[in-house]
């Protein structure tokens, strides 16, 4: 998911149970992007949760997920399951409801989690399910990155993908701990940003890096080659939650080093270049700040923060 505070969902039950269109070009690019005048995107008709933010490409739709944690801070059960609500001025939505079909809870007492949703230009819709990680009779085991058709508010023919890490060879299976806990589709559908998480029985991953894998005869394949170029993005700190502009030459994502919690962007002067000139977006502050979703003319900037112990989606608009 894209808020680390809330990982306990996925990790504690795992380890119980465990006991290019260009020539290459390395030139680091010099623009300057700045963000400016932050504020509280309204969703009418919702007073719950609102996390890991995807506005689609029309600007019409925005999607998120509630609380990304099996319980609620009065120690009421909860239940994360993705929601979404359509415009009605320059940062107001109306509340739908839920995604129809995205809900795979089917047994009383156990909640999966359903969460970070994105969506290409065909309305292939990719998010993140935790149904089968854990079930190792189930074709799906410790898989967590699912695809559907999205239409008006409902799912079809959802399907897993695979566990992607990057140089892994292809065909290799992860092994309990190795989560792919984000994710995020590209609008022409070809490339598909994850974050490949490693757990060891902590709330918080013991790494967490951001990848790249691009479509090849219609399987997303992580290359090895992916992690050179990523190496200004992935640190020894936390990288997760990635979100690509349209024309792949923006990357954002969140960095959190101990206690603090960053918004940054990394860009690059061709689709084939390595990443370049990563800069924290000062715009952006406060107490948990994760999960970007730029929109897609690249003058809005969505992300979750968390005031008076309730996570509420912002926005901050491109200088």
Known sequence: MRSLSVLFFIVLPIFLLASCNSTDDSTVPTKSVTFSNPREVTISGYSGDAMEPFISSDGNTLFFNNLNSDMLPGGIENDTNLHYAVKTGDITFQYMGEVAGADTDDMTGKNELEAVAS??????????????????????YLLSLY?????????TGIESLPNLKTDRPFGQAPVIGELNFDIEIHYDGNYLYFVEGLFSGNPFPDSADIGVAEKVNGVFIASGRS?????????EALEYAPSIS???????????IG??????????????????NVNRIDAISGEFTEAPSISFDGKLLYYHQKISNQFRIHVVDRN
Do not use: C, H, P
């Not at 969506?119 to 799906?140: C, K, P």
């Not at 695809?147 to 799912?155: C, H, M, S, T, W």
């Open 119 to 140: 969506m290409d230009r065909n309305n292939q819709f990719y998010f993140v399910n935790t149904i089968n990680y854990l079930d190792s009779a189930a074709s799906g």
């Open 147 to 155: 695809k559907a058709n999205y239409q008006d508010g409902v799912l």
């Open 227 to 235: 992690s050179g170029k990523m190496a200004e993005i992935n640190t």
């Open 246 to 256: 349209t024309d792949r030459l923006e990357l954002y994502f969140t960095r959190t």
């Open 259 to 276: 206690a603090d919690f960053g918004v940054y962007i990394a860009t690059r002067s061709s689709v084939s270049g390595v990443w370049g």
